[in-house]
């Protein structure tokens, strides 16, 4: 699925800067699948270091899984998407299969807030510019400024989230619910994965749903904000939440598909 390539064969360290080849398909073949070049980190884990990219420097089996399921179903998620945008991309897989799968009428911005990992984001967008038929353009973004209405106003009435392990803690959970209130538009539809059993999913549903004690405050931040859009919506939004689970090579992974209905 991935061939790594070390750039020498001297001691690299703790972590290495590789370039990837992934294969995304049912079958995983060259003929049949979707191919996708990446620069990421391989981590020793023997060897305690900071790294400067944190999670987001690799892929882990949350974006694959979500990669997949974009390649099989991309006919009924990307039909007619104008604005495609992956939250936390980290390497950035899922975007770039997204990118490479939609029209050429579509625009897929793949966001993040770490420096280091928005610059590793454009450096895989430029390996794979021969391959992608959509725009596709690379962009810091703060949650905060989201919930806060504060955030490029390209990115209201977005017609597909993506994001992978974007929640480990209910706080997370709550805000995700708020950022997907603020961006996604009205019918538009939010792809997520995460590992099993990872904490603040439980939170993110309830929230999304407007259920719970964590919905009110997470609802306020998205909507009721000075600079919030006057007609967002988001306070009044409602969505539907599909659950769904699969297996990447042995790891088990939860998808949840969610539509704003109203």
């Known amino acids: 699925m991935a061939a790594l390539e070390a750039a020498d064969d ?15 398909g049912a079958d995983t073949s060259e003929r049949n699948g979707l191919r996708i070049s990446l620069c990421e980190l391989v981590v020793d884990m023997r060897r305690p ?10 892929v882990w089996p949350s974006a694959l899984a979500l990669a997949r399921r974009l390649f099989e179903g991309h006919e009924d998620l990307l039909q007619g998407a104008r604005c495609i945008l992956e ?14 799968l939609a029209s050429d009428e579509t625009q897929v911005v793949l966001t ?23 725009r596709t353009k690379v962009m810091t973004l703060d949650w905060s400024e989201v919930l806060m209405g504060g955030h490029e106003a390209e990115l209201d009435n977005v017609d597909l989230l993506l994001g992978a392990d974007l929640v480990w803690q209910d706080e997370h959970g709550a805000r995700l619910a708020g950022v997907v209130r603020r961006l996604l538009r009205p019918g538009g539809r939010c792809l997520l ?3 099993k059993d990872r904490t603040g999913w439980e939170t993110f549903v309830k929230t999304l749903l407007n259920e719970g004690d964590g919905a009110e405050s997470a609802i306020a931040s998205a909507a009721e904000s000075p600079d919030a859009d006057e007609g967002s919506g988001a306070e ?27």
């Open 10 to 24: 001297q001691d690299p360290g703790p972590f290495q800067h590789v370039r990837s080849e992934y294969v995304i």
């Open 49 to 58: 270091a900071i790294i400067p990219t944190g999670t987001g420097g690799h």
């Open 87 to 100: 939250l936390g991309a980290g390497c950035g897989l899922p975007g770039l299969c997204a990118a490479a």
């Open 112 to 134: 993040d807030y770490c420096p280091e990992v928005v610059e590793r984001l454009e450096a895989n967008v430029d390996l794979n510019k021969s391959r992608l038929r959509s």
């Open 193 to 195: 994965t995460t590992e």
């Open 236 to 262: 009044c939004a409602h969505f539907c939440v599909q659950r769904e689970e699969c297996d990447v090579d042995g790891t088990s992974c939860i998808l949840y598909l969610c539509t704003r209905i109203e």
